[in-house]
């Protein structure tokens, strides 16, 4: 089994032009503004990355039927620390963007401590209203390719390894973004994240497709910076 990562990828693309497309009559009714168009960059602060836990318990563990190999799913803990880089094109009422998350976790499983590291890039459209004023209420909606990676979350014995979880997801977040200059923007808001993982593998490297689909969510205060050229 592999994993159909450039498939996912092309369709999100699609999905997110198709926005574009509806979108664009509504954009080029009013020009002008407080915020520059054109193509930006940025980088967000995560506040208090979580998990639900709706899988990832603490308690639970993937095992094939009639297999041997064992993937543990640990309760995680908010971030201890978080990468977030955008790049994106605004437009006068809404912009498209690409941007890559990495969140660090302490978990636990049993009892015991450990370690994990989640990954998404993120393909999103966001609106914008009052554009005519420098204080512009937003939302946000796309996709996302998660994957999770459990430090030493994998057991075939005698070998010790880590467990890594993929699949994909939708983004939603609602906030407020303030322009002090045309080029700059600073961006607050509430991001949540809704994920099914359908693959998984372990230290047999061994794709296992998931069914049902491990389901999982995420929700933080967002804070980001924008600079458009």
């Not at 009559?25 to 407080?34: D, H, I, K, N, V």
Request: hydrophobic fraction near 40%; charged fraction near 20%.
């Amino acid at each position: 089994m592999t994993f159909r990562t450039p498939a996912r990828v092309v369709g999100l693309a699609a999905l997110a032009l198709f926005v574009l497309q509806i979108a664009e009559p509504a954009w080029s009714q009013e020009r002008g503004g407080f915020a520059k168009e054109g193509g930006y960059i940025g980088a967000s602060g995560l506040l208090d990355f979580t998990f639900g836990g709706e899988t990832f318990d603490g308690a639970s563990y993937y095992q094939k039927i009639g297999g041997e190999e064992i993937l543990i799913l640990p309760r995680l803990e908010g971030a201890r620390n978080s990468v977030r880089a955008i790049a994106g094109f605004r437009a006068h009422r809404g912009a498209f963007e690409v941007s890559y998350d990495q969140t660090r976790h302490n978990g636990t499983f049993l009892g015991q401590p450990g370690d994990a590291t989640f990954h998404a890039l993120n393909l999103d459209e966001r609106i914008f209203f009052l554009t005519g004023t420098r204080i512009q209420p937003h939302v946000l909606v796309g996709g996302s390719l998660p994957w999770l990676t459990i430090k030493d979350g994998s057991f075939l014995d005698p070998a010790l390894g880590d467990a890594s979880f993929r699949g994909f997801g939708m983004n939603f977040e609602g906030g407020v973004t303030v322009y002090p200059h045309p080029r700059f923007g600073v961006s607050s808001g509430y991001r949540y994240r809704v994920m099914w993982f359908d693959h998984a593998s372990g230290v047999s490297e061994t794709s296992y497709k998931l069914r049902p689909r491990f389901h999982e969510t995420t929700g933080s205060v967002i804070i980001t910076g924008l600079f458009t050229f």
